[in-house]
């Protein structure tokens, strides 16, 4: 259904087949088909609006495999991602490790932690309960950045024993501001 035009003059009572255009025409802006491509710019966008373009991120992802033991109590890098944005924006980081406590006392806590640019974003703790039980630890974080290449850094630190590390993702969203 697509819009009619629909004028009346002065001191005109207008038909019901007129009437009937104003329905129809309120109808085709409800589902879109009266609105003509191209007529929304973004003159017509309130300050701060949802676009496409803003929907539409950088994606980059990387997959390492470790194989190996953490026994330190202080944070120590498990991998890192190089991020180039070329204009300001907003960062949205996942990142998971996944292994499993293979020595030391059961009830330990292992720790991941995702640092953008250096600075630190978000902790995540978990509790091994039983040696030898596969874990994994999910980190999320969302900030902004300015335009520039910067690394997200996953650290990790154990709280007692050994835990060996598998596998480490990482995948970073840059939005456009």
């Known amino acids: 259904m697509a819009y009619t035009?629909?004028?009346v003059s002065f001191?005109?009572?207008?038909?019901?087949?007129?009437?009937?255009?104003?329905?129809?025409?309120?109808?085709?802006?409800?589902?879109?088909?009266?609105?003509s491509a191209g007529a929304i710019g973004a003159t017509q966008l309130a300050a701060g609006a949802v676009t496409s373009a803003k929907l539409a991120p950088?994606?980059?992802?990387?997959d390492s495999f470790i194989g190996s033991g953490i026994t330190n109590t202080s944070y120590a890098t498990v991998t890192t991602q190089s991020v180039t944005m070329a204009a300001s924006g907003k960062?949205?980081?996942?990142?998971?490790?996944?292994?499993?406590?293979?020595?030391?006392?059961?009830?330990?806590?292992?720790y991941g932690k995702i640092y953008v640019d250096g600075v630190g974003q978000t902790e995540h703790?978990?509790?091994?309960?039983v040696s030898n039980a596969s874990q994994t630890i999910?980190?999320?974080?969302y900030t902004t950045h300015a335009a520039?290449?910067?690394?997200?850094?996953?650290?990790a630190k154990v709280g007692g024993g050994t835990f060996t590390i598998?596998?480490?993702?990482?995948?970073t969203m840059v939005l456009a501001a």
């Open 138 to 141: 999910n980190c999320i974080a």
């Open 148 to 155: 520039g290449t910067f690394n997200i850094t996953l650290q």
């Open 125 to 129: 703790r978990n509790d091994a309960w």
């Open 91 to 110: 960062v949205l980081v996942q990142a998971s490790m996944s292994g499993q406590l293979s020595s030391g006392a059961p009830a330990i806590s292992w």
């Open 58 to 62: 950088t994606v980059y992802a990387t």
């Open 11 to 35: 001191g005109e009572q207008p038909s019901a087949a007129k009437w009937n255009i104003l329905g129809s025409n309120d109808a085709s802006f409800a589902d879109g088909t009266g609105i």
């Open 166 to 171: 598998w596998d480490t993702t990482i995948v």
């Open 5 to 7: 035009a629909w004028s």
